[in-house]
């Protein structure tokens, strides 16, 4: 196991700069996914740890070791990529084996690091077998056992679970988080799909544009949105947002742009007048009676719970109710939302204020 440590990297492909400045300290047997748009550089930094991209500047060290110059066989490192990247002439077991065989391992050694992988991702019936007799799960657990057998001091997962359908995605999710639990190895996971992100690490970076926008723990992140772009990122679905300013007086409340009046716990000093954002989670809100009115457009119960789709004044937002509710496209209902729960953003910045 071991450390990484991520010093103002920076990405440029000519006069294009992908990357800009990114610094992120990785703890040894950490699990920490970056996460973020198609094209927020996620991938690329990746690939620059593995050694796969070379680094325009900055610096990466695995544990105390600067890797910036060094070859990826010799950086330590497992990778597991997004097509399975199998051998199509070799089995599982040959597979599997194949990194240890090039470093010319013994066969004693090479068997019983095959056995111990095969046994821990339960592949052991499905050794003598070849990719195109796997299931896409069975594909990617043998990608996972060959990154296993090289024992390394870092696991590196490039959206390993995109090419997976819903259910299996769920279960594969669980099964690397597993993994990790078990193995206790420092990992790097790369998703575009936050409810990955939010469900498997022990710390989330968000990129967007190349930039960090916020380091943290998962219901950090969701609970304490640096800015807007995290707030509507991280969750699912997506925080309600209304754009508009604070009214003052005894009683501070958020008038929205489409005229709505949203109820305020406290207001920022000086924010009067000021261009605001005023978020909220779709789970905090309630029907009340005093509440603010909303017509109901779409009702998609799920069992668990029901999700709304509602028009205040001129805008669409999302509230997900636990309990059953008997309503209509059509109908007005009163909700309002949890004070305790409601973000304000500069209108300007997008940066949090107040909660």
Known sequence: MASVSIKNIRKAYGSVEMIHGINVEIVDGEFVTLVGPSGCGKSTLLRM??????????????????????PPKERDIAMVFQNYALYPHMTVADN?????????????????????????????????????????????????????????RVFLFDEPLSNLDAKLRVAMRAEIKSLHQRLKTTTIYVTHDQVEAMTMADKIVVLHGGHVEQIGAPLELYDRPANLFVA???????????????????????????GVVMPLMTAPTASEGKPMAYGFRPEH????????????????????????????????????????????????????PDLEAVHLFDGESGQRLAA
């Open 49 to 70: 740890i593995a050694g796969l991209e070379e680094i325009t500047s900055g610096e990466i060290r695995i544990e105390n070791r600067v890797v910036n110059d060094v």
């Open 96 to 152: 599997m084996a194949f990194s240890l065989k090039l470093k010319r391992a013994p066969r004693a050694e090479i068997e019983t690091m095959v056995d111990r992988a095969a046994d821990i991702l339960g592949l052991r019936a499905l050794l003598d077998r070849y990719p195109r007799q796997l299931s896409g799960g069975q594909r990617q657990r043998v990608a996972m056992g060959r990154a296993i057998v090289r024992d390394p």
């Open 232 to 258: 509507g990122f991280i969750g699912s679905p997506a925080m309600n947002v209304l754009t508009g300013k604070i009214e003052g007086g005894a009683k501070p409340a958020f008038k929205a742009d489409n």
């Open 285 to 336: 809100l309630r029907i009340a009676q005093d509440g603010v009115p909303a017509e109901v457009v779409v009702v998609e119960p799920t069992g668990s719970e029901t999700q709304v789709m509602l028009r205040l004044g001129s805008s669409d937002i999302v509230a997900v109710f636990r309990d059953r509710i008997a309503v209509r496209p059509g109908e007005i209902i009163k909700i309002q």
